[in-house]
């Protein structure tokens, strides 16, 4: 089975069109959260995420747009685009919404979770300390996180006390082996903080036992030229083009 894998798309329609057309045939897209908040097509983005994703979290930003959690939890910038996201949703997409969780297990052998497994909304998992005290809080081979928009994987190795953290554009293709655990992100869709503005995803083959993490350019200057028309901060405009 071939899967997509993405997250923090943060209502950016041509950055989610483009990652959709460049994967390719697949048989499923799983959404780790941050569908909306931030960018300048909320609808459009739910209405393909509830068209591909048989499996769907909520994020930070999701929740605060829906207004379940409190908004001074953001900068202004954000809390501006926030609210206005959360009043261009539609009743039907505001539904779909509010009924997801920011953690949920696929099977015995992977895990969706939008910040970590040990707290799904909030925490940012970026160093192999963080990493290795949530190894310890669920089973399964692999946990995909989001949340920090960066593009980074962990491995714990059997027989290993030490946790690996690695980074996409050093280790391309991940090959799970059955004998180590792992806990990968796949990057953000919609707005990078990398340093690279390109679109980020990853592509999970069960079947050859990979994770492919990927990226692709869109048109960042279509997705400006709409959140200036919708009146977005200036600051979350100009972010997009150089990946932070």
């Not at 983005?45 to 959690?69: F, M």
């Not at 946790?163 to 869709?189: K, W, Y």
Request: overall charge negative; charged content about 25%; glycine content about 6%.
């Amino acid at each position: 089975m071939r899967v997509v894998i993405v997250s923090d798309i943060h209502s950016n329609l041509v950055a989610l069109e483009t990652v959709l057309a460049a994967a390719g045939s697949f048989d499923d897209l799983w959404c780790l959260g941050d569908t909306i908040g931030y960018g300048p097509r909320p609808n459009e983005c739910v209405a393909l995420v509830r068209q591909y994703a048989s499996k769907a979290l909520t994020g930070n930003h999701d929740l605060a747009c829906l207004g379940k959690i409190d908004l001074r939890d953001f900068n202004p910038d954000a809390r501006r685009a926030n609210i206005w996201n959360g009043e261009q949703l539609s009743a039907d997409n505001r539904a779909w919404l509010e009924q997801l969780a920011p953690a949920l297990p696929v099977d015995d052998r992977f895990l969706l979770a939008h910040g970590s497994p040990r707290e799904p909304v909030w925490e940012y998992l970026l160093s192999t300390e963080q990493a290795a005290r949530n190894f310890q809080v669920f089973h399964q081979q692999v946990c995909f996180i989001g949340h920090s928009h960066v593009q980074l994987g962990f491995r714990v190795r059997d027989g290993y006390e030490r946790c690996e953290r690695f980074l996409a554009d050093r280790q391309r293709v991940v090959e799970l082996e059955d004998h180590s655990r792992f806990i990968i992100n796949p990057g953000s869709v919609g707005q990078p903080r990398d340093q690279d503005p390109r679109a980020a995803y990853a592509i999970l083959n069960t079947d050859a036992g990979t994770v492919t993490f990927a990226r692709v350019e869109y048109d960042v200057r279509k997705t400006q030229r709409q959140m200036i028309e919708a009146r977005l901060p200036g600051a979350l405009v100009r972010r997009l083009e150089y990946g932070m």
